[in-house]
């Protein structure tokens, strides 16, 4: 099998088609989260916080220097709250979908039961069945 027909077999698989579908349409849904995000739950939020802006939020640890050129050393919390809030909506959402897609999906069928074996008693019996056989011989 030459590699032009093994690379057609394996990109013509139904899971390689699946994983570009879902990356592609993942692409675009983390676009639409963010939108969401930023331009529709953040703002009012800074409304009630009082006009705080979550993405300016940060802790400067070393102001930036303009002799010097040297940009500040800060810890931006408020992007991580931002991209918190982006995980939470992506993860919710995701549950959902996971969740009415089971409700859609047939059950699987029952697994046969399992064959019960010999009950305690049984065993115990037949264990003193074989101790008596020993003491008799």
């Given at each position: 099998?030459s590699i032009v027909s093994e690379?057609?077999?394996?990109?013509?698989?139904?899971?390689v088609i699946d994983l570009a579908?879902?990356?592609?349409?993942?692409?675009?849904?983390?676009?639409?989260?963010?939108?969401?995000?930023?331009?529709?739950?953040?703002?009012?939020?800074?409304?009630?916080?009082?006009?705080?802006?979550?993405?300016?939020?940060?802790?400067?640890?070393?102001?930036?220097?303009?002799?010097?050129?040297?940009?500040?050393?800060?810890?931006?919390?408020?992007?991580?709250?931002?991209?918190?809030?982006?995980?939470?909506?992506?993860?919710?959402?995701?549950?959902?979908?996971?969740?009415?897609?089971?409700?859609?999906?047939?059950?699987?069928?029952?697994?046969?039961?399992?064959?019960t074996g010999p009950s305690q008693?049984?065993?115990?019996?037949?264990?003193?069945?074989?101790?008596?056989?020993?003491?008799?011989?």
């Amino acid at each position: 099998m030459s590699i032009v027909s093994e690379f057609k077999t394996f990109m013509l698989r139904g899971n390689v088609i699946d994983l570009a579908v879902g990356v592609v349409i993942g692409a675009a849904f983390g676009k639409i989260v963010t939108s969401l995000v930023e331009n529709i739950i953040m703002p009012p939020i800074g409304v009630v916080t009082g006009g705080v802006d979550f993405s300016d939020m940060k802790w400067v640890m070393v102001p930036a220097n303009a002799a010097t050129g040297a940009a500040e050393a800060a810890i931006s919390y408020g992007l991580f709250i931002n991209t918190l809030i982006q995980f939470l909506i992506v993860g919710t959402a995701i549950f959902l979908v996971v969740k009415a897609i089971n409700k859609l999906m047939p059950p699987p069928p029952a697994a046969p039961a399992a064959p019960t074996g010999p009950s305690q008693e049984e065993l115990l019996a037949g264990i003193l069945a074989e101790l008596k056989k020993k003491n008799a011989a």
